[in-house]
């Protein structure tokens, strides 16, 4: 069992949390080039474009939770993704949703509030419309969504699209606080 008491690791991954939220750069305290951010978004179109839709449907629809670990239950932003039909242009709507863990039951999460964005992919980029991010949350959580989308693909035995690098680490600046402010 680890040194910290309960509270205090909770206090922690709030707090690392928050950051990763509201950081208003991008990693190491560099803003992310609109030209990366919008890589990110069109390389998660791809991922998710392989996916197969589900049974009855004409459209691809999946969900990712962002976060650190590999238990989703402990993850406090889902995301939900669909791509629509074949023979639509080529777009992509995502719902970010922020969870909050109820008082009384931490295995409880409850909508804090909801972003909704839809992506349309033309040749010289990513074109968004929706809600607005800053650019430095919008790297972040597009590098958390690819991790993600990667994740949940090698999970249900599914390729991940070769020649695209991993991203770095979601988001580093956070672990690196989170190590230091735990003493390890």
Not at 42 to 59: A, S
Not at 136 to 148: P, Q, S, W, Y
Request: glycine share 8%; net charge positive.
């Amino acid at each position: 069992m680890s040194a910290l008491s309960i509270r205090t690791r909770k206090r922690l991954a709030a707090a690392v949390l928050v950051f990763m939220i509201a950081a208003p750069a991008g990693l190491d305290g560099v803003p992310a080039p609109e030209h990366e951010i919008s890589d990110l978004f069109r390389r998660i179109y791809e991922e998710v474009r392989t996916m197969p839709p589900r049974p009855g449907e004409r459209f691809i629809r999946q969900e990712f939770f962002i976060g650190e670990g590999d238990d989703d239950t402990d993850k406090d932003i889902a995301v939900s993704i669909v791509l629509p039909g074949e023979n639509t242009p080529p777009d992509m709507i995502v719902q970010i949703t922020w969870m909050e863990r109820d008082r009384r039951d931490r295995r409880v999460a409850v909508a804090r509030s909801t972003k909704i964005l839809r992506f349309v992919l033309e040749a010289d980029g990513i074109r968004w419309e929706g809600d607005a991010f800053g650019k430095g949350e919008a790297a972040v959580l597009a590098r958390g969504l690819l991790k993600a989308v990667r994740n949940k693909k090698r999970l249900l035995g599914l390729q991940v699209s070769p020649g695209s690098v991993e991203p770095r680490e979601y988001p580093c600046r956070a672990a690196r606080e989170y190590h230091r402010i735990a003493g390890r």
